[in-house]
DNA sequence: ACGAGGTCCTGCGAGC
DNA sequence: TGCTCGCAGGACCTCG
């Protein structure tokens, strides 16, 4: 499920490949991923486009191009992929959009369950909804005072706080659990009751799990992969999300689940997270 | 302003 | 074996 480190590491990896390039003719096998654009703006747009930039947002990856805007938000389980090979059946089966770029290569949206979502939009309103987004965690200006800036005030559980994403870009529900297991902050309590010391911690493990994330390439649990094909690994690396009635791995307890936190699976150390 | 719950969407695994 | 059902969940919505 792409969060900031897959996205990044999508953005990374296509960058490369894309800008610079003109994409020629665009095709949309589902309407159901468009928020706020017609199929026919977004082809007729698209066709004729040239790539000047490709950058991350929160979860969005953003191609910036000489007409407008091409936004796109994996959701659960979409991913971005260049292929100069004609598609083989699976893959074609879940294309929603097949970009044709100047270079004779496609450019491929795939998204078996397509929650995710494609916007195209001009510069001003692309800012208007990025302005709409919280801090992006890994950037410099991201102190522990901008963090607790994004969670002073709320009454909510800390964890549902840090995904959403008004407050703080990018994270999903697997870091956020890992965050905050790396954090010894229990996942139920109150954003606004989080000491300094709490807020020192989750500042920090947060963006060290990040960076962490993002070199190994994200997390693949099922239908992540990288801009060039590949699973991510950091799978291997998660100490808590997926793990629920395991060993913690810091002190032996057994980790609890709970849907209670947004219905969202909440998987934590009920020893080490007090 | 907040919480609870529904909606979208499909593959997968559990259970019968 | 083949079926149904619940679950996965990011973003967005409505209702109370």
């Given at each position: 499920m792409p969060e900031l480190p897959e996205v990044e590491t999508i953005v990374r990896d296509l960058r490369p490949e894309v800008v610079g390039r003109r994409f020629l003719r665009a095709s949309l096998s589902?309407?159901?991923?468009?928020?706020?654009?017609s199929r026919r703006a977004l082809l007729h747009g698209l066709a004729g486009a040239r790539v000047l930039g490709l950058t991350r947002r929160a979860k969005h990856a953003v191609f910036s191009t000489d007409r407008r805007t091409l936004v796109v938000q994996?959701?659960?389980t979409g991913a971005l992929l260049v292929t100069e090979a004609p598609l083989v059946r699976e893959a074609r089966q879940y294309a929603v959009l097949q970009v044709r770029m100047d270079d004779g290569r496609l450019l491929i949206y795939r998204d078996?369950?397509?929650?995710g979502t494609l916007l195209w939009l001009d510069q001003t309103s692309w800012d208007e909804y990025s302005l709409g987004i919280g801090p992006e965690?890994?950037?410099?200006?991201?102190?522990p005072r901008a963090l607790g800036r994004a969670l002073d005030?709320?009454?909510?559980a800390v964890k549902k706080v840090l995904m959403d994403q008004r407050r703080?870009?990018?994270?999903g529900n697997i870091y956020a659990n890992e965050a905050l297991f790396a954090a010894r902050?229990?996942?139920?309590?109150?954003?606004?009751?989080?000491?300094p010391a709490d807020r020192a911690r989750l500042h920090r493990e947060l963006g060290r799990i990040l960076r962490a994330a993002i070199a190994a390439e994200g997390t693949t649990f099922r239908d992540y992969v990288t801009g060039t094909g590949e699973p991510g690994s950091f799978q291997l690396e998660?100490?808590?999300?997926?793990?629920?009635?395991e060993p913690c791995r810091r002190c032996g307890t057994t980790l609890s689940g709970t849907?209670?936190?947004?219905?969202r699976s909440t998987v934590f150390c009920h020893r080490c997270q007090r």
């Open positions: 589902h309407d159901d991923v468009l928020r706020g654009v994996p959701g659960m078996i369950r397509r929650l965690p890994l950037d410099p200006a991201f102190t005030g709320s009454r909510q703080l870009a990018g994270v902050i229990d996942p139920s309590k109150e954003a606004r009751r989080l000491t998660l100490l808590v999300y997926g793990r629920e009635g849907h209670a936190i947004d219905a």
